[in-house]
């Protein structure tokens, strides 16, 4: 069961790190439909206090139409789609840029950069930058960067009360500057910010249904040996009554193959019901009981072997000098999280590794310590302080992996109260250092135990 186990791991891992190219960035139509809504209104309202407020000579008519084209607009959408529904990302696009071509009409029929409502430029493209990809947002901010050089080249006057008013060339094109840099900035700025907590959540989900295949994977060993347990019985009292029967059947009778391949097949579901019921630790009556936590660290490492690297595993004393460990070994329970976290770093080490990994368990006074090291090229330099985040890979791409196992790893030995170091030995290779502090009494959870407790 274990090699399945651990299978089912890699299999999660790469599937969802394969997975993540087709992330869909969309944004419903509700929410869409609202934020135009409020921006409407918000051009309606300028409109109107500059024009009766302020006194100033607002074109009203165009304005308006102009506002009132983008309201009917925004209406077909709100009528003829579901709000839950999700628009396509070169729909939300399309709206966006409307948006931009529709605010950049109204800055042209109202003094165009010199307006100080030019700042709202700076809106749809922020938006795409949010929830959108990189090509949309990149598209938009030239759309938005052509619109505002068009408006500092030509545009009706700005309706301001007092007559022939008008800015210095020099300022409007400071504006332009301005606006230019602006939307670089936060287009930029806004679409690494989401990206990244995209990334994020998405790492986050793959750790969740890891972890989730692992415990039910845990569950299906206890249901096979409380299965097989309650079958045994049973299956005991029908080989009994059919040898009984086998003996009291004379010689020759018709009967007797029939009684023979009763017994033949009964024998045979003892034994699969005693390969089922077969737990590979030993002393354990329940899928997550105590086991040595050497013996824990290999049964995480078996379905990784390979025949050129050796995999050697050692419990050193108190002192780390390398000798063995002369008191008890430390007991932990083998934990989906316990399995999976430990796995994956000695997967990869494996990997990596040119002839050996070697995986040294330290019980001391500070806590417990595993420390998972090979003699491959190591971890890049510039990675190290990086590594542990989403999509981060430590040591290149291999076979379209991008990085999600580490984080996995992680962020599931961390829920067992472990904090994990990474760096490089002075004589080449990679090294893992994952420590429980002294006083962390469960490891997800329960999972180091004394020895008393073990028995």
């Known amino acids: 069961m274990r090699p399945r186990h651990c299978s089912t791991m890699t299999f999660v891992q790469d599937s969802l790190e394969s997975s993540r190219p087709i992330v869909t960035r969309t944004v419903s139509v509700r929410t869409l439909v609202v934020i135009r809504w409020v921006a409407l209104a918000g051009q309606v309202a300028a409109i109107v206090l500059v024009a009766f407020g302020l006194g100033s000579p607002v074109p009203m008519a165009p304005s308006l139409s102009v506002v009132a084209i983008s309201a009917l607009l925004n209406l077909r959408l709100q ?18 840029a409307f948006d931009i071509i529709q605010l950049a009409v ?8 010199e307006n100080p409502f030019a700042l709202m430029m700076l809106a749809p493209v922020t938006v795409s930058a949010t929830i959108l990809g990189r090509k949309s947002t990149v598209n ?5 960067l052509i619109c505002s050089t068009v408006l500092t080249v030509t545009h009706f006057p700005l309706p301001w009360a007092e007559e022939e008013f008008t800015l210095p060339d020099l300022y409007v094109t400071g504006i332009w500057c301005a606006l230019v840099i602006a939307l670089i900035f936060n287009a930029a700025y806004a679409w690494w910010v989401a990206e990244e907590a995209r990334q994020l959540s998405t790492a986050l989900a793959a750790t969740q249904q890891a972890l989730a295949r692992e415990q039910r994977m845990a569950a299906m060993g206890g249901i096979a040996a409380a299965a097989a347990h309650e079958l045994g019985s049973p299956l005991a009292t029908i080989a009994v009554v059919a040898r009984e029967l086998a003996r009291e059947l004379p010689e020759g009778s018709d009967l007797s193959e029939d009684v023979q391949l009763l017994l033949s097949e009964s024998k045979r579901c003892r034994e699969i019901l005693a390969s089922l019921g077969r737990d590979p630790t030993p002393d354990s009556g329940q899928p997550f009981s105590a086991i040595p936590v050497d013996m824990m660290i290999e049964q995480a490492a078996a379905p990784h072997q390979r025949d050129d690297v050796a995999v050697i595993v050692e419990v050193q004393d108190e002192t780390g000098d390398g000798g063995a460990l002369s008191g008890d070994v430390p007991m932990v329970v083998p934990s989906p999280e316990l399995l999976h976290g430990v796995g994956a770093f000695i997967q990869n080490a494996v990997q990596f590794a ?24 190591g971890f890049p330099i510039t990675l190290l302080t990086r590594l542990g985040e989403p999509y981060v890979s430590g040591r290149g791409n291999r076979d379209g992996h991008m990085g999600l196992g580490v984080f996995i790893a992680t962020t599931l030995l961390g829920r067992t109260g472990a904090k994990v170091e990474f760096g490089n030995r ?18 997800a959870p329960n999972a180091l135990v004394t020895d008393d407790v073990a028995r």
Not at 106 to 113: I, M, N, P, S
Not at 140 to 144: E, K, N, R, S, T
Not at 426 to 443: D, F, H, K, N, S
């Open 79 to 96: 009528m003829r789609r579901d709000g839950r529904e999700r628009l396509r990302e070169s729909e939300a696009a399309f709206y966006l």
């Open 106 to 113: 109204l800055l042209y029929l109202t003094g165009g950069l």
């Open 426 to 443: 002075r004589e080449g290779g990679a090294q893992v250092i994952i420590r429980w502090p002294e006083g962390v009494t469960g490891l």
């Open 354 to 377: 040119k002839a050996t990994v070697e995986v040294a368990v330290l019980m001391g006074p500070k806590g417990l310590t595993v420390t998972i090291e090979d003699d491959g090229p």
């Open 140 to 144: 938009l901010c030239l759309l938005a």
